[in-house]
């Protein structure tokens, strides 16, 4: 099971090595599961983030699961759909 | 099992709904799998192009698998890797 405080939100303004960092802090902190999430355009850095986690650093972490889903948002022209992902890793 | 010719590509160059047409076409032309793929950047659009077909088009489709991975491609700075990803959806 996954909580907020296993969980990366993955966003456009911070480089992707700073997520992939919190993903690894997480994994170093003792949990054994860590949701990465992320929405819209956010999305293909979120797929970066796992990937590079598995790849270059975490060998052990797998992709337990992976959902995609459609979430409203409220923007300043009112209410508008945006794409949602989550990938759960595990080790 | 998803071939060539039920897979649809999504790049960064057409209109989002020209790859939702192109999945709705595929599942209208009898095939029961339609594999959506794309790299790098794409990826989010082909998470857009999954969720409108299901949400607005084809609300007898669900998502069947997603897969991510790691690509290298050759550019002219030399080889790099991008992400992957692969949505199957299901009739």
Redesign the interface.
Same mark, same amino acid.
């Given at each position: 099971m996954t909580s907020d405080e296993n969980t990366v939100f993955v966003g456009n303004t911070k480089p992707t090595m700073n997520y992939v960092l919190a993903v690894i802090t997480q994994f170093n902190r003792g949990t054994n599961e860590v949701a990465i999430k992320a929405r /819209?355009? &956010?999305? @293909?850095r979120a +797929?970066?983030v &796992? %990937?590079i986690t598995r790849?270059r650093f975490l060998s052990d972490v797998v +992709?337990k699961s992976? %959902? *995609? /889903?459609?979430e409203q948002i409220e923007s300043e022209r009112g209410q508008s759909?945006v @794409?949602a992902?989550t *990938?759960t890793l595990k080790k």
């Open positions: /819209g355009r &956010a999305i @293909s +797929v970066d &796992a %990937e790849q +992709v992976i %959902e *995609i /889903g459609t759909n @794409s992902m *990938i």
